[in-house]
C-alpha cells in the first residue's frame, strides 16, 4: 500500500512558523515531483508548494511567496514546509501530493497520490 502522511499541523498565533512534515511509504518517491496543497473550509484546493525530484528547483503559490519554503530528503522520502510569518489566511487543512512528473508542477490534476492531511490554524 502506497501512503503519503503528513504531520506537523497545530494551532499557532499570527506571525508565528510552523514544519509540516510528509513522509511516503510503500514506494520510493524520488523520481517524483512533490507538493503541498492546501483547502480551506468552503474553497477550492490550492496550490501551495512544489519541488522537482532532484530538489533544485522549486515553486510557490502567491499567497505563501517569500514566506514558506518547501524542501526534500530523498534518503528518507520526505518532503517538508516551512511556514513562517503565518496568518489567519494560512488556516487549512495542508496536503502533501506526489506527482508522475519529474519535473515542478502547479496543476492539481498532474498530481495522482496524495495524503490524508494535516491542520494548520493561525489565530489572530
Known amino acids: 500500500q502506497v501512503d503519503l502522511v503528513e504531520s506537523g499541523g497545530e494551532l499557532v498565533q499570527a506571525g508565528g512558523s510552523l514544519r509540516l512534515s510528509c513522509v511516503g511509504s510503500g514506494r520510493d518517491f524520488g523520481d517524483n515531483a512533490m507538493g503541498w496543497w492546501r483547502q480551506a473550509p468552503g474553497k477550492e484546493r490550492e496550490f501551495v508548494a512544489t519541488?522537482?525530484?532532484?530538489?533544485?528547483?522549486?515553486e510557490y503559490g502567491d499567497a505563501v511567496k517569500g514566506r514558506f519554503t518547501i524542501s526534500r530528503d530523498k534518503a528518507k522520502n520526505t518532503v517538508d514546509l516551512q511556514m513562517n510569518s503565518l496568518k489567519p489566511d494560512d488556516t487549512a487543512t495542508y496536503y502533501c501530493a506526489a506527482s508522475p512528473y519529474q519535473s515542478v508542477v502547479d496543476l492539481i490534476g498532474q498530481y495522482y497520490y496524495w495524503g490524508q492531511g494535516t491542520q494548520v490554524s493561525v489565530s489572530s
Open positions: 519541488i522537482n525530484y532532484l530538489g533544485t528547483d522549486t
